[in-house]
Each structure stands twice: as structure tokens, then as C-alpha cells.
């Protein structure tokens, strides 16, 4: 048989479905609605507001919950706010805002359209004016920090020197250093490097402030860890390749890194790959590299041939190569490199597999973050900002999209320093930039105080005496 029969013959088995069949289909989609894919997060959120939208028609006597969606005129939708503030705790205007966000979104999956502009115009309006009036909503603007290079020095120059803090092994020393330094050199959001789990009452305790906000009937209970590949969206070996190039003149070849994040977020709408290039840097606190290469060696994630960091700086790459790429074991690809610590009967140790949970991540933010004298703990957000910062300085336009992993360019405008980059008095008087200063008032490094107290031991006497019997400490007692 020729390869033409072989081709035809493929053609002929290949069922063609009917007219008839086309005819159907279109049936259906016309009256059916295209679901958006939306993110785990996205379907708690919109799940918890569609619990608080049917709470509501219950309580007006209105059983037929989603045909009063679909009818939904703008006065319901405002009167629908005004029940959520009447029954909860919600004291800021963004807290409001946020609640109507959401029932837009369940208004667009259930209705497949959206709310009339005119509406939704009206409804902003009510909330702005009247609703904020009524209930004396705070409308105050939280300040975004940004941390620049000399912030995240000083944090590093404490977690390596003067840290005192005890951590339940070395490692996860080693990877709170990782996590700091790989956020600032690639921008990226948390959920890329560390696993953010799946879980309605954290997203709306994210969203909403307290998760006491929540009745108790409506959270779920946290999911047990399941190995499964579609779980495993965090950072692992696999994404990572450490690779040599040559160096004929020096001691050894260099030695650097590619970073392939692909967890980032739209990565499951729009698939595109995003790898970060790194290299071995001369101040030991900024070298990522070798931070990669110490938990490699703890995981045993090297093939067989690299036993030791001399087995790594005594290779050189040969002619006619060009690079020469550092292997991982085939079992330690789907391994997270930074990884949850977890109690066993010889004490608390590194999970093997289960991967750092961000409420772990932060918790070690905040503790470092008072340990080193900051009066307000840093946050992840506070790195991405600071590197978004630096490449615009830098790079071109489309370049920091890429990075910042935004579609439209206005996106980075919610990203800036609110303090302006630009010394406008001295633009205006016509004389020389005081740049120096003005980088150092508009980061974190000037709030710093190492003297403030990090420990209860720190307190003075007489505080801790009162401490004792703070009502608050009492009632939790």
C-alpha cells in the first residue's frame, strides 16, 4: 500500500457527522451559555457571593433564586448591598466594592451578559454617594510599599547574620532566602513560587478581611494534600535548569540559571512561556545560584555523576559544546523546591514532597519583617512592585509587560511607587536632582528601626506588666 492509499484510507474510516447533526448542535448552543474558564479563587469568590445573594432572596420570601437573578433590575442589586452592610462587618468602601464586583460576575455566569452600563453607572453612584453617607464607609487608600535592593538587603543581612529565631531545619532557612530573591528577580506573583491553597474561607478572608465574616455553615473543610499533577502548581525542580557555560580564561566555567515559571497568572487562558536568566552574583546574599545548588544537594535531586559542589566548579565545557546543562534526577522534576514543614515523631523536618504553603510564606515575612525593626511586615506584593520599578527604569515597554505579566501597559500604572519617582521640586527650580534622597524617602529602608522590640523579652517591665492585663489578652486567656 502506497502512502496516498494510506492517507485515503484514513480519509474514508474519518465519520463525518450530518446536517442534521450541525443542526442540533446549534440548537443547543443557542440556548445554552459559554462558561468562562475562571480560577479556583475566582470560583470560591463567586460561589461565596451567590450564597450571600440567596441568603438575601430568602430572606425577602423570594424562593426562585435564579430567576431572580436573571430579573435583577439595578434597585435590587442596591438594595442587595444594603443588606450585606446591614449584616456584616464591613467598615471600608473597597470591602463594599468588592462584594459588587463579584455579584457581576455571578450575574455575567448565570445571565451570560452583563448589567446595563446605565445600571451599573447608577448603581456606583448609589454606593458612592448614599450608601457610603449612611454607613460612614472608609474610604482611605492603603499605601502599596515598595521594596528596592537596598530594603531587601538589609532583610537578607538579618535572616543570615543576626537571626536569632529558631526554624525547624536548616532548610527552610535556606528556602525563605530563595523565595526573597527569586520574587525580586522574576516579579512574580506568590501563587508562581509557593502553593495557595485551594480554599474558599482563605480567599475570602484575602478579599474580605476577617474570615469570621463567614458563617460557620458556609466554610469547607481545608482539603487533605493530594499528589496529583494539576495540585503540583508551585515551583519545582523541573522548572529549573542549572547550566554551565564556558569560560576559557578563568578558573571555572560559569555557572548560571533559567527560570521557566508556568504557573503564572492567565497561564491556563493564554499558555506562553516566561523563562527568567539568571547568574552567580560577587555578593553572597544575592546569589540565587548557589542557594539552588545547596537544596539540590539536600534533596539529592543531582544525577549520579554530581556528588558534591567540586563535581559542579570541575566540569568544564568541551568543544564543539557551547553549554553544558546540570541534570536533575527524573523523580525530583515534579518535586517543589520550597516545601512545607510538618510535625513527626523525631520533631518537625521538611516535607518531601508537600510544597510551602503561602500562609507559611507569610508568616515568615512577618516575623523577619519585625525582627528586622520594620513597623508594618512586608508583604510579597512589596518585591514585585519594587523589581516592576527597577525594569521601567531600564527596559522598554513591552518588555516590562512581559515581566510584570500584564496584557494591557495601563495595568502597571495600580504598580507604582505613590510616592512620584521624579524630583519635581528640583525639575522646577531648575537645579541638580537630589536622587539619592529621594530613593532613600520613597522605600522601606527608612522606616527601619533595629532598637524597636521583636520579642515579648524586648518589652520593658512595666509594659509586659501591662500586657498581662489587657482585656483583649485576658479574654483570649
Given at each position: 500500500?502506497?502512502?496516498?492509499d494510506?492517507y ?26 459559554i ?44 438594595i ?5 452592610l ?29 448589567l446595563?452600563?446605565k ?11 448614599d ?11 492603603e ?23 529558631p ?5 527552610q ?46 466554610t ?77 544537594f ?77 513597623p ?20 522598554p515597554?513591552?518588555l516590562?509587560?512581559?515581566v ?8 502597571f ?65
Open positions: 500500500m502506497t502512502a496516498s494510506s485515503a484510507s484514513r480519509i474514508k474510516a474519518k465519520i463525518v457527522p450530518s446536517p442534521e447533526y450541525y443542526v442540533q448542535r446549534r440548537r443547543q448552543l443557542e440556548k445554552s451559555i462558561q468562562k474558564r475562571h480560577a479556583v479563587s475566582t470560583k470560591n469568590n463567586i460561589e461565596y457571593i451567590k450564597r450571600k445573594w440567596i441568603k438575601h432572596c430568602d430572606f425577602l420570601g423570594k424562593k426562585e433564586y435564579l430567576k431572580s437573578l436573571h430579573a435583577a433590575k439595578k434597585e435590587d442589586v442596591m442587595f448591598l444594603e443588606w450585606i446591614h449584616n456584616s462587618k464591613i467598615k471600608k468602601f473597597s470591602s463594599l466594592h468588592e462584594n459588587w464586583r463579584l455579584w457581576c460576575q455571578l450575574y455575567r455566569k448565570a445571565v451570560g451578559r452583563s446595563h452600563a445600571s451599573c453607572q447608577d448603581i456606583n453612584d448609589y454606593m458612592n454617594k450608601l457610603v453617607e449612611r454607613f460612614n464607609l472608609d474610604r482611605s487608600v499605601e502599596k510599599p515598595v521594596m528596592n535592593v537596598d530594603d531587601l538587603y538589609i532583610v537578607l543581612h538579618y535572616h543570615w547574620t543576626k537571626d536569632t529565631t526554624y525547624p531545619d536548616g532548610r532557612i535556606i528556602q525563605l532566602a530563595f523565595v526573597l530573591l527569586v520574587s525580586a528577580y522574576t516579579a512574580s506573583r506568590p501563587g508562581a513560587l509557593v502553593y495557595v491553597e485551594k480554599n474558599e474561607q482563605t480567599n475570602v478572608q484575602h478579599f474580605f478581611g476577617s474570615v469570621n465574616q463567614v458563617d460557620a455553615t458556609e469547607e473543610k481545608m482539603d487533605e494534600w493530594d499528589l496529583r499533577d494539576e495540585d503540583l502548581k508551585t515551583l519545582c525542580y523541573g522548572q529549573i535548569s542549572l547550566i554551565l557555560l564556558p569560560n576559557p580564561g578563568g578558573i571555572r566555567d560559569h555557572l548560571v540559571m533559567e527560570v521557566d515559571l508556568k504557573h503564572t497568572k492567565g497561564h491556563d487562558k493564554r499558555p506562553k512561556k516566561k523563562i527568567f536568566l539568571m547568574s552567580e552574583v560577587k555578593q553572597p546574599f544575592f546569589d540565587i545560584v548557589m542557594l539552588v545548588v545547596a537544596m539540590a539536600l534533596d539529592g535531586a543531582f544525577e549520579s555523576r554530581i556528588r558534591s559542589i567540586e563535581d559542579i566548579f570541575a566540569s568544564r565545557v568541551e568543544p564543539p559544546r557551547y553549554s553544558l546543562q546540570l541534570r536533575f534526577v527524573k523523580e525530583k522534576l515534579n518535586v517543589p523546591i520550597c516545601r512545607q514543614p510538618i510535625s513527626t515523631h523525631c520533631g518537625i523536618s521538611t516535607h518531601e514532597i508537600k510544597p510551602l504553603k503561602y500562609h507559611t510564606y507569610l508568616y515568615y515575612l512577618e516575623r523577619l519583617s519585625f525582627a528586622v525593626g520594620m508594618r511586615a512586608m508583604k510579597p506584593y512589596d518585591l514585585r512592585r519594587g523589581t516592576g520599578e527597577a525594569v521601567e527604569k531600564t527596559a515597554l513591552p516590562l509587560q512581559q510584570m505579566g500584564h496584557v494591557y501597559a495601563s495595568t500604572q495600580t504598580y507604582m511607587n505613590q510616592r512620584v519617582q521624579s524630583h519635581v521640586q528640583a525639575a522646577f527650580l531648575g537645579i541638580p536632582s537630589e536622587d539619592a534622597l529621594m530613593n532613600i524617602l520613597s522605600h522601606q529602608s527608612r522606616y527601619i528601626d533595629p532598637r524597636a522590640p521583636s520579642h515579648y523579652d524586648d518589652l520593658p517591665a512595666t509594659t509586659r506588666a501591662s500586657l498581662s492585663t489587657h482585656p483583649e489578652i485576658v479574654g483570649l486567656q
